[in-house]
């Protein structure tokens, strides 16, 4: 089998005594080195949204201003700020998001669109005013370009509860309002859900075998109570809907998750996807999360720090994790964190020459 058939083959529960080495496209630049990896057997992942969004009676505005903040090798390096509003007949709301300074592979708010109570309404009406439409056609594209060396992910909206806090109010906003304002706080919840559901109906019938939600769940804002309530009974509506058409649901879980493990464990997903080791800084060893999530498949994203250490350590340290790993646990490795650029090639390398060495203990 090659590794996309091993993989998905752990996502649907079925034993495997090679552990898999995975890496998102959007981390990787094209070259030498994503050549020589996958070479050695690991495998490309790529998220496409299943649905284009239409949104009437709303103007979106962006203005763009960059910073120079360093000179290195000649070049300016930029801090790249853009504005992004939104104008609407109930009232106008913006954002400020920059580029990820230290990796450059993804973006940051900076400034949410919700900064009073009033803005609740304003991103409220944008919703009610959205249209899902099918985007089938760039999820088979994708699959065409990759064949059998990637597997592409229709890529979801996060779940109400956190799209609220990671990208529309943040942790502070959230936290004053839910306590002071619930009522108007879960409204949006409400309106945003009916349309996650529409968007999962979209999902559940694509070309895609994964669904996969990116949600960044974190235990340190997102506690126990705030999981139970709002996003266990979501995630399971969704897994029976996707199991129902033969699907995988897979949720992006990188925080401290050892308050939610539990709960975890109750949820109808099938992949917890880019699990934090406790060497990554998570406080949920390894040898307990496999354990409390029997049936699911854990993927651990690669402890960034590995990059800072001599080959010799992280083969030591790979032999060690690949011990506490029966050939009966559904474990991946993944390149889904940044790691440093100055020892990337090395880490991932010597990983997948571990990984290829032998087989998982069956003790």
Request: aromatic share 10%.
């Amino acid at each position: 089998m090659n590794t996309k058939e091993i993989l998905l083959g752990l996502y649907r529960k079925k034993a495997c005594e090679q552990i898999p080495l995975t890496f998102y496209s959007a981390l990787f630049p094209t070259g030498i080195l994503e050549r020589t990896v996958r070479n050695l057997g690991a495998l490309c992942v790529k998220p496409v949204s299943p649905c284009m969004t239409e949104t009437k009676n709303v103007e979106v505005e962006i203005r763009t201003e960059h910073v120079p903040i360093s000179i290195r090798e000649n070049s300016e390096v930029y801090l790249g700020v853009w504005t992004r509003t939104y104008h609407t007949p109930v009232g106008s709301i913006s954002e400020k998001i920059r580029r990820d300074l230290a990796y450059g592979t993804g973006n940051w708010v900076v400034e949410h669109l919700i900064k009073k109570t009033s803005d609740y309404r304003v991103v409220k009406y944008i919703l009610e005013n959205s249209t899902y439409h099918e985007n089938y056609q760039a999820i088979r594209q994708a699959q065409d370009d990759f064949g059998q060396d990637g597997i592409v992910y229709a890529l979801m909206n996060r779940a109400p509860l956190q799209r609220l806090i990671v990208s529309w109010a943040g942790v502070e906003r959230f936290c004053l309002d839910y306590y002071d304002q619930r009522d108007m706080v879960e409204e949006l919840l409400l309106v945003a859900q009916e349309k996650e559901r529409i968007a999962y109906q979209i999902a559940a019938s694509c070309p895609a075998e994964v669904i996969w939600s990116p949600d960044n769940l974190a235990e340190d804002v997102t506690e126990p109570k705030l999981y139970e309530k709002y996003l266990l009974p979501f995630y399971n509506e969704q897994a029976k809907l996707i199991h129902k058409h033969g699907k995988i649901y897979a949720v992006h879980m990188d925080g401290r998750l050892a308050h939610l493990a539990n709960l975890i464990g109750k949820t109808e997903i099938d992949v917890v996807e880019s699990f934090t080791l406790p060497e990554g800084g998570a406080n949920l060893p390894l040898e307990k999360a496999l354990k409390i999530w029997k049936g699911k498949t854990i993927v651990a994203n690669i402890p960034a720090s590995l990059a800072l250490q001599n080959s010799g350590y992280i083969k030591q340290y790979m032999r060690g994790l690949k011990e506490k790993i029966h050939y009966r646990d559904n474990f991946v490795l993944q390149y889904s964190e940044d790691i440093p650029r100055v020892g990337l090639a090395k880490t991932l390398c010597t990983i997948a020459d571990v990984l290829a060495e032998d087989t998982r203990r069956e003790g």
